[in-house]
């Protein structure tokens, strides 16, 4: 699976950031997808995953509530809405392919990796 993740950029805090992923090579719906992010000095971490259907996601509590992860079987795409985003959600972002297809919170559960986007915040 190859992935391509676009839509990072600057943006004020408060403000709104939608990242997508395009994935090609194999059939997107046989894996479970996640977002991590890796701030400058930090090691990476976890944002969030869904599951092959959709029917499973779970987000890092730093998150939830501001970002929503979604995916389109249809089109190979996972899509994360950020809202109210913070100076702290400053970081490179990173989508990842998992054969576990419930998705994992653990990094070392994915297969492939996109090239990451970066997103900065300004307080």
């Known amino acids: 699976v190859q992935l391509q993740a676009s839509g990072g950029g600057l943006v004020q805090a408060g403000g709104s950031l939608r990242l997508s992923c395009a994935a090609s090579?194999?059939?997107?719906?046989?894996?479970?997808m996640g977002w991590f992010r890796q701030a400058p000095g930090e090691e990476r971490e976890f944002v969030a995953t869904?599951?092959?259907?959709?029917?499973?996601?779970y987000y890092a509590d730093s998150v939830k509530g501001r970002f929503t992860i979604s995916r389109d079987n249809a089109k190979n795409t996972v899509s994360l809405q950020m809202n109210s985003l913070k100076p702290e959600d400053t970081a490179v972002y990173y989508c990842?392919?998992?054969?576990?297809?419930?998705?994992?919170?653990?990094?070392?559960?994915?297969?492939?990796w996109g090239q990451g986007t970066l997103v900065t915040v300004s307080s």
């Open positions: 090579g194999r059939t997107f719906s046989n894996y479970g």
């Open positions: 869904i599951s092959w259907n959709g029917g499973i996601i």
């Open positions: 990842a392919a998992s054969r576990r297809q419930m998705g994992d919170r653990w990094s070392g559960a994915y297969d492939y």
